[in-house]
Antibody
Framework: EVHLVQSGAEVKKPGESLKISCKTS????????IGWVRQMPGKGLEWMGN????????RYSPSLQGQVTISADTSTNTAYLQWSSLGASDSAMYYC????????????WGQGTKVTVSS | QSALTQPASVSGSPGQSITISCTGT?????????ISWYQQHPGEVPKLLIY???KWPSGVSNRFSGSKSGNTASLTISGLQAEDEADYYC??????????FGAGTKVTVL
């Protein structure tokens, strides 16, 4: 069975760095794109970017390019989303998701990681 | 890459059918048949309802159906039920392994 298990909730101060994770199991990690989706409080879903762990090919939403870094570790089948300097506007729920059996649709989702940035 | 346009809210009575539209551009919805729809209940993880504009993932009720014409995709919920009250999002492939979501539609069952 396929599982995506995300790291726990984080509370950070503005300017701090952060790296959240999405540990996968039950499928061949290197052969499927993993995406990250942001949901700000009370707002809709926003695609942030995708990574193909097989060759680390990474794509970002134009609106987020340079603000976050997506990476993957094939030795632990884990994808990451990181910030070098958080801002209050980064407070959101972050989901990882994969496109496993349904073409380019995200059919398997992680449980989400809530990030709160507050001074 | 702007968010796809969805109505903010749609409502209907139990048993009725409702349709949610999702309008994009010739760079996304208009070019690709790779439209997906997601249902999200408050506090829950999004759930895939439709992929490739009109296909059902395993386990999804056929009360949900999808279509596309030109730059607009649509999700129809037939036989509306109380449990269908949720937020619904469309998503389109936008080329070069990038995606764009719609702003979301809140469905209310009257």
């Amino acid at each position: 069975e396929v599982h995506l298990v995300q790291s726990g909730a984080e509370v950070k101060k503005p300017g701090e760095s952060l790296k959240i994770s999405c540990k996968t199991s039950g499928y061949i990690f290197t052969t499927y794109w993993i995406g990250w989706v942001r949901q700000m409080p009370g707002k809709g879903l926003e695609w942030m970017g995708n990574i193909y762990p097989g060759d680390s090919d990474t794509r970002y939403s134009p609106s987020l390019q340079g603000q976050v870094t997506i990476s993957a570790d094939t030795s632990t089948n884990t994808a990451y989303l990181q910030w070098s300097s958080l801002g209050a506007s980064d407070s959101a729920m972050y989901y990882c998701a994969i496109q496993l059996r349904t073409g380019d649709a995200f059919d398997i989702w992680g449980q989400g990681t809530k990030v709160t940035v507050s001074s | 890459q702007s968010a796809l346009t969805q109505p903010a809210s749609v409502s209907g009575s139990p048993g009725q059918s409702i349709t949610i539209s999702c309008t994009g551009t010739s760079s996304d919805v208009g070019t690709y048949n790779l439209i997906s729809w997601y249902q999200q209940h408050p506090g829950e993880v999004p759930k895939l309802l439709i992929y490739e504009a009109s296909k059902w993932p395993s386990g999804v009720s056929n009360r949900f159906s999808g279509s596309k014409s030109g730059n607009t995709a649509s999700l129809t919920i037939s036989g509306l039920q109380a449990e269908d009250e949720a937020d619904y999002y469309c998503c389109s492939y936008a080329g070069r392994s990038t995606f764009v979501f719609g702003a979301g539609t809140k469905v209310t069952v009257l």
